[in-house]
C-alpha cells in the first residue's frame, strides 16, 4: 500500500533529556525538517533507518561491517560499502564489498574490489544513468614508485595510489568498468630531472607532486575519504584527507582522455581541475585552510547555499587548536573550468560553522555533514557517534547518539563507548525511494531503562487535528500559554507525568482562544499534555525547568 509520508511533529520544543545517554537527546518541533536518518555503526553489521524520534523504521542486515559509506537509491534499495578485512590494505576506511540490499534485506547484487593489488574503500557515489563511481587503493611497488620520480628516500616498499573506476552493475555479482582515472596519470616532481614527470611543481597545479608528504614509512600517501558527482558540471569531486585537500576532476573525458592532459568538456583530460585547502602541495605558501577533511560534496539545488561545496573540516592538526568546523566554500567557476590564479580562489570559505571556537566542537576523524530544506545543517560526530541538527545561528535543534557499539546494543543510561559512525545522511519523508514502502516507527534501537521517548509522531494518513494549537514558553517555568487559532468545544485539557498519573485535568472555555497553565507548584521534569475533544486530539510533552 503506497502511503503519505509526510510527518506532523506533535511535540514542543525540548531543550535536553538529562536523564538519556544514548539515543535521542534533544528535539525542537519547530525546526526539524520531516524526514529519516540513515546510519550503519562501524562495529555493527547492521545498517538502520530511525525518525526524528529517534524511533526505529527499518533495519538492513548484511554479512559485513561497513565499509565505509551507505546511501539509500531513489528506487528504495540500500547501496552499502562493506569490509572484505583485506590484510594488504589495513587502513582506516579499508571497504572491498559493495551491495544493493531489497526493502525486505535481501542482496539483490554484490561486487568485490579486494585483492592484493587493489581495494575500494571509504566512499562511493551513485550515478544518475544507475553506475557507481568507486574511490579504490591500487598498489604501486617501490620501483614503480621511483621510476614516477619518487625520492628513494621517502619511498616504502609499496606505495598505494588512488584510482576512481565507473562499474555499471550487472547480473548478481558481476558489472563492467566502463571509465576509468588513475592518479598515477598526473603526477609532477622537481626532484629527479631525469624523469618524464620533472617540471615545476609551482608552475603545475594541475598535476600532484608526488613528493609532497612523502614518507619511507607510510604507504597509504593520499588516503581519498570522499567522492561526489555534479551531474550539470559532469564533474567529480574528491577529499585527500592526508594532504588537506579537495579536487575536482572531469568525469565527460574517455578513458584514455582521463589518462592524458587533453580532451573532455574542460579539455584538460584527467588533470586537476581545481584543488582547494592546502596550497603547500604546488608549492604556494597561503595558510591551510583545511586539516583532515572529510565529505565534501556538492549542496543540491534548491537548499540554501545551492551548487557550492559543503566540508567537514575535522581539524586535526589545525593551526591554534584542534576543532572541527563545516565550511563552505564557492569555487569560482566559468564554465567547465575554474579561475586558474593561483592559489585557487576563494581565498577563505564563506559560511563556517564553529569558526574559531576551539572548546565547542571536535571530531578528529571520519565524520560529515548535510545542508537540510529548513536551512539547518545535519553534523555527523563520527568517532562519538553523534548526529547534531543546528539552525543558522548555530543553535542545536536535533541531537541523537548511536547507542550500538561493538558489543551490540546499549541500554539506556550506559556509557556510549565503541559507537563510532563514518557518517549519517538525511531522507526528506518524500524521498522517491519510500514511496511503495510503509515507514513505521517502532521502539527505540536502545534498551530502555526505562526512560520514556520524549517525542511523538503522527503520520499523515492517521487522524489530523484540524485547529491549530501551540504552546509555550516550552521549557516552562511558572506559566504555559496555550494558543488555539481557532476555538475547540467541549474541549478538555489533561496534564500527567511521565508514570501516567494524572496532575490536572479540566475543560477549556470554547469561547477563548488563548488559556493559561499554571506550573509554578510543579516539580522540574517533563509531563505530557493532551488537549482534546470527541473529534481530535493534540500531544505535547512539556518541559519544566527552573
Known amino acids: 500500500m503506497k502511503i503519505s509520508l509526510s510527518i506532523i511533529v506533535l511535540c514542543a520544543a525540548i531543550s535536553s533529556l538529562k536523564a538519556q545517554t544514548i539515543g535521542l537527546i534533544e528535539h525542537q518541533s519547530g525546526s526539524l525538517d520531516d524526514g529519516y536518518v540513515l546510519f550503519a555503526p562501524n562495529t555493527s553489521n547492521n545498517t538502520y533507518l530511525i525518525d526524528k524520534c529517534g524511533q526505529l523504521v527499518h533495519v538492513w542486515n548484511s554479512q559485513y561491517k561497513p565499509g565505509q559509506a551507505v546511501y539509500l537509491l531513489e528506487d528504495g534499495t540500500l547501496l552499502r560499502t562493506g569490509n572484505a578485512n583485506n590484510t594488504t590494505f589495513n587502513a582506516g576506511g579499508k571497504g572491498g564489498i559493495i551491495e544493493k540490499i531489497d526493502w525486505d534485506g535481501n542482496v539483490i547484487w554484490s561486487y568485490t574490489i579486494s585483492d592484493t593489488n587493489q581495494c575500494q574503500h571509504h566512499d562511493i557515489k551513485a550515478l544518475p544513468n544507475g ?92 588516503h581519498l575519504n570522499s567522492i561526489d558527482y555534479n551531474a550539470s558540471l559532469d564533474q567529480i569531486l574528491l577529499s585527500s584527507h592526508n594532504l588537506d585537500e579537495i579536487w575536482i576532476i572531469d568525469h565527460s573525458t574517455t578513458t584514455a582522455q582521463a589518462a592524458g592532459h587533453s580532451g573532455g568538456n574542460s579539455g584538460k583530460g584527467g588533470d586537476l581541475l581545481y584543488r582547494w585547502g592546502n596550497s603547500a602541495t604546488y608549492n604556494h605558501t597561503t595558510n591551510a585552510q583545511f586539516f583532515g577533511q572529510h565529505n565534501a560534496h556538492w549542496i543540491p539545488s534548491g537548499l540554501a547555499f545551492e551548487n557550492k561545496i559543503m566540508v567537514f573540516n ?3 592538526g589545525r593551526t591554534g587548536g584542534n576543532y572541527s568546523t563545516v565550511d563552505i566554500i564557492n569555487p569560482p567557476t566559468n564554465g567547465y573550468l575554474y579561475e586558474s590564479s593561483l592559489p585557487y580562489l576563494p581565498s577563505t570559505a564563506e559560511w563556517i560553522y564553529n569558526s574559531g571556537n576551539p572548546n565547542n566542537y571536535y571530531a578528529m576523524n571520519i565524520s560529515g555533514a548535510q545542508m537540510l530544506s529548513n536551512g539547518n545543517v545535519l553534523m555527523c560526530n563520527g568517532p562519538a557517534g553523534t548526529f547534531t ?11 541523537y547518539i548511536n547507542p550500538v557499539n561493538a558489543s551490540g546494543v546499549m541500554t539506556q543510561n550506559s556509557s556510549p563507548t565503541q559507537n563510532s559512525v563514518f557518517r549519517c545522511t538525511f531522507y526528506p519523508s518524500h524521498f522517491s525511494g519510500f514511496s511503495n514502502h510503509i515507514l513505521n516507527s517502532g521502539n527505540t534501537i536502545e534498551n530502555t531503562n526505562p526512560v520514556t521517548n520524549s517525542c511523538q509522531l503522527l503520520l499523515a494518513n492517521q487522524t489530523q487535528v484540524q485547529n491549530s494549537i501551540s504552546v509555550f514558553p516550552n521549557p516552562v517555568s511558572d506559566m504555559l ?19 501516567g498519573k494524572t496532575i490536572m485535568k479540566e475543560n477549556i472555555n470554547p469561547t477563548e482562544a488563548k488559556y493559561t497553565l499554571k506550573t509554578s507548584h510543579l516539580n522540574n521534569g517533563l509531563y505530557l499534555l493532551k488537549i482534546s475533544n470527541s473529534q481530535q486530539s493534540q500531544n505535547f510533552k512539556i518541559v519544566v525547568q527552573r
Open 314 to 316: 575535522n581539524g586535526l
Open 131 to 222: 553506475n557507481i563511481l568507486i574511490i579504490a587503493w591500487e598498489k604501486i611497488t617501490n620501483t614503480q614508485a621511483i621510476a614516477l620520480g619518487r625520492n628513494p628516500a621517502l619511498t616504502p616498499s609499496v606505495l598505494w595510489s588512488e584510482k576512481i573506476i565507473e562499474l555499471q552493475p550487472t547480473g548478481t555479482n558481476t558489472g563492467n568498468i566502463v571509465w576509468e582515472w588513475h592518479l598515477t596519470d598526473h603526477l609532477v616532481q622537481d626532484f629527479d630531472a631525469t624523469k618524464p614527470s620533472y617540471n615545476s611543481v609551482a608552475s603545475n597545479p594541475q598535476l600532484l607532486n608526488i613528493n609532497y608528504n612523502a614518507s619511507a614509512t607510510n604507504s597509504d600517501w593520499i
Open 481 to 499: 500559554n496555550i494558543q488555539l487559532s481557532v476555538s475547540l468545544s467541549d474541549a478538555q485539557l489533561c496534564l500527567t507525568d511521565l508514570s
Open 389 to 399: 541538527e543546528v539552525d543558522d545561528s548555530g543553535t542545536t535543534v536535533w541531537k
